[in-house]
């Protein structure tokens, strides 16, 4: 069991259920999250797939309001905001000029 005076070991690398127990959501959950897009794809690392840390605190960041890093928000390549000036600028200069 865990100690309550101090925090878990989050590994750099983490199977798909550690990444889950990080994110505390369930399989259907987490792998739904990750098909759209708003979590990061694993990586195939010899016969397991791993998910990284880092990229998970910056996905989470981001659903967070912390835009520091503009290349990483998913949104722009989502189908489901294609049509959105938010994540396409191009988009309101042809409004402006149409």
Request: glycine share 8%; aromatic share 14%.
């Amino acid at each position: 069991m865990r100690n309550g005076d101090k925090l878990p070991y989050w590994p750099m690398m983490m199977l798909r259920k550690t990444a889950m127990a990080y994110c505390d959501m369930s399989e259907g959950a987490f792998m739904r999250e990750v098909a759209c897009g708003v979590f990061p794809e694993a990586v195939k690392l010899g016969a397991r797939y791993y998910w990284s840390r880092n990229e998970l605190d910056k996905a989470i960041d981001k659903l967070f309001g912390n835009h520091e890093i503009e290349e990483y928000d998913w949104r722009r390549n989502s189908p489901m905001y294609a049509n959105d000036p938010k994540y396409h600028p191009e988009l309101r200069d042809k409004k402006k000029g149409g």
